[in-house]
């Protein structure tokens, strides 16, 4: 086995492989009856060979490595998985069914990534996906760098070319693992058929284990087609599941001396503020979360990552912070004299201008990764510790301090500045997302797609369940909505599964709803259609003086008629017709409620509902990339006061 050391990796592989060719004789293979399918000129191995290369008493129970390969993806618990075939990949496709490991074909492999994404961040187990070389595999690549920007679990699988082929400039060969390698926790290239179940397991053990991540597992072609053999010639199987030390060492408790310390904070604070994320999600850790803030009274807001590990019409709850947070999450969590930072990695959505953020609070940050305590932002007391371990400690050892005025403010906050639905009898897209809430009673599993759609959703959909708000948080993945709803749908499927989406994100991954028809994986796609790649077209009116450049998603034949339906461009009606999949249009706020009750009536059934919304709506409240909550923008209204919002600009 090798692992991701960049540079070097095919190239050695080449040129061993080369070496050893040069060296070993020349073998003449016997006829097998057809059950030896090698096709090119291969170079077998002292660990791995054709068929024709095993005794002959053996060859009745000996399994190739494409077969030890799946038998291995059963012992760690995988029965789906999500791939789209090709000539180096189709060894494994071959026995899939064999093992009893079901495989959703995607139609394209991004939508294969954001699919084991989506089962991963629903289910909470290690999602998988499988492409072919070359193409397949650099398909893959958004999706395995959406995960590693999440920290979500999933263990990614290309074929490759022959091991004898690497480095050649083979065709459809690419160095995936040197791609994949800042991306992922480890990327493996298997040399040999007999590491399969080492890497295997250390890959799924990687991938899940602290904090969890993408890893990569890449399989040459012959490797595949191998079987394992001894010297003379015995199939001699390896071990299954392979024994391994751990990858990661495990992470411990709060140690006694900072458990101390971080109690006498709380002791002592008057105005402290839990702020969760992401950690608390894959930790599983929602209710020791929910005990601790209770025992405390201390007031709690989330990242996105974190939204549904706190119930959000709890009194505590201060929802989600950030640029388009609650505006009493972002005062609050800068004028708060504590701030006990959990599972987090003050992103720059959260803290825009860092020096600013927090300015006068301590900060506990308590973090499986130790690469992410004063990462960001120097913290006071910064503790390394499991979070499981953590919050029970903390629930057993912390004691409050008088936070009654405290709690007074924030609450006053709170009612002060909600999230705003304009009273309109338009269409908005808010109201659109607060009826949905409503009419779900915030128990969908809801998926996002990247835009002002995902950040509507983040403010209106009252989501009251942990791992049931997928969103691309840290890539922002336009595209990732559809794909990640089909994994959560297949990982979920007692669930009522809506991918929440825009026009534009739904455009990139569109075709993913042939997979939803072809194997009745009854996700719900809410566009919320407003015309625009909306967020671009947000930055460029108060960024670019309102140059709109390539922002409008309108038919340039035509442009938008706001009253005309038919105007409405690409029609997702008839694409969804194509697929074979319901669908449905209202651009009325008075039809809403009907057609969600007619979108929701059949969970199994895949549909589309385009919803027309106001198309120049503006994300509120919105506090500049860079700046600080006290420029905190409101409204259209507040936006015309101001000068530059933001002269620099950052990703969106
Ligand atoms: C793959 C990708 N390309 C570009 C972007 C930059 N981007 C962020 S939001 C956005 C517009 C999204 O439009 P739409 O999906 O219609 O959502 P809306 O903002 O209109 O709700 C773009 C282009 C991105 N996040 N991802
Ligand atoms: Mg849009």
Not at 138 to 149: E, Y
Not at 170 to 179: C, L, N, P
Not at 338 to 352: I, K, N, S
Not at 526 to 551: F, T
Request: net charge negative; aromatic share 6%; charged share 20%.
């Amino acid at each position: 086995m090798k692992d991701s050391t960049p540079s070097d990796q095919s190239a050695s592989a080449a040129s061993a492989t080369a070496a050893d060719a040069a060296t070993r004789p020349l073998l003449v293979t016997t006829d097998t009856d057809g059950a030896d399918d090698i096709t090119y000129d291969d170079i077998p191995t002292i660990l791995g060979a054709p068929l024709s290369e095993i005794q002959e008493e053996d060859r009745v129970h000996a399994l190739r490595g494409a077969q030890i390969l799946a038998r291995c993806l059963t012992l760690e618990g995988v029965d789906v998985l999500f791939g789209y075939p090709g000539g180096a990949n189709l060894e494994i496709f071959d026995v899939l069914q064999e093992y009893g490991i079901r495989c959703i074909r995607v139609e394209h492999e991004q939508g294969a990534a954001h699919a084991a994404e989506g089962f991963a961040r629903a289910t909470g187990k290690v999602g998988v996906c499988l492409a072919t070389s070359g193409p397949g595999a650099t398909n893959l690549v958004t999706g395995i760098a959406d995960a590693n920007s999440d920290s979500i679990p999933i263990v990614a699988i290309t074929g490759n070319v022959p091991s004898h082929l690497l480095g050649k400039n083979a065709f459809q060969e690419v160095d995936i693992v040197a791609i994949t390698t800042p991306i992922t926790k480890k990327s493996f290239l298997i040399d040999s058929v007999a590491n399969i179940p080492t890497v295997v397991r250390q890959a799924f053990a990687l991938a899940a284990g602290n904090r969890p991540g993408p890893v990569l597992i890449d399989i040459p072609k012959d490797i595949q087609q191998h079987y394992p053999r001894n010297p003379e010639g015995r199939y001699t199987p390896p071990r299954m599941p392979a024994e391994i030390a751990p990858p990661e060492p495990p992470v411990g408790p709060i140690s006694p001396s900072q458990l101390e310390v971080c109690c006498q904070l709380l002791r002592t604070a008057r105005r402290p503020i839990l702020y969760v994320g992401g950690g608390v999600t894959s930790s599983d850790t929602a209710p020791l979360l929910v005990q601790l803030a209770e025992k405390l009274g201390c007031p709690v807001t989330t990242t996105i990552m974190g939204l549904g590990v706190f119930p959000p019409d709890h009194p505590l709850a201060l929802h989600a912070l950030g640029m388009h947070g609650a505006k009493y999450a972002n005062v609050a969590i800068n004028e708060a004299d504590l701030v006990l930072a959990v599972g987090v990695r003050f992103d720059d959505r959260v803290t825009g201008k860092v020096s600013e953020f927090i300015k006068h609070g301590t900060i506990i940050h308590i973090d499986v990764d130790r690469a992410e305590l004063n990462k960001n932002k120097p913290v006071t007391l910064p503790i390394r510790a499991d979070l499981r371990q953590a919050l029970q400690q903390l629930v057993e050892a912390a004691q409050p301090g008088d936070y009654t005025d405290w709690v007074r403010y924030v609450t006053d906050l709170k009612e002060r500045y909600p999230f705003q639905v304009a009273e309109t009898r338009e269409l908005t897209p808010q109201y659109a997302i607060a009826l949905l809430s409503q009419m779900t009673n915030g128990d969908a599993l809801v998926t996002l797609g990247v835009g002002q759609h995902q950040m509507w959703a983040m403010q209106h959909y009252q989501g009251r369940r942990p791992r049931s708000f997928l969103s691309s948080s840290g890539f922002g993945t336009m595209g990732f909505g559809l794909p990640a709803a089909i994994g959560a749908k297949v990982g979920c499927p007692e669930r009522m599964v809506i991918d929440i989406d825009g026009d534009g994100s739904l455009n990139m991954t569109i075709h993913e709803l042939s997979t939803c028809h072809r194997y009745g994986i009854g996700v719900k796609v809410v566009v919320i259609n407003n015309q625009w790649l909306g967020m671009v077209r947000q930055w460029q009116d108060m960024i670019y003086k309102g140059r709109r450049a390539e922002s409008s998603l309108s038919d340039p034949v035509t442009a938008v008629k706001r009253d005309g339906e038919a105007d409405i461009y690409p029609d997702f009606l008839t694409i969804a017709r194509g697929y074979r999949v319901t669908a449905e249009r209202v651009s009325r706020q008075e039809d809403l409620r009907a057609a969600y009750e007619r979108m929701l009536a059949d969970p199994d059934e895949p549909y589309v509902l385009d919803i027309i919304v106001r198309p120049e709506e503006n994300v509120y409240p919105m506090i500049p990339a860079g700046a600080t909550y006290q420029d905190i923008i409101m409204s259209d209204d507040d936006l015309a006061h101001r000068t530059h919002p933001n002269k620099q600009g950052s990703n969106i």
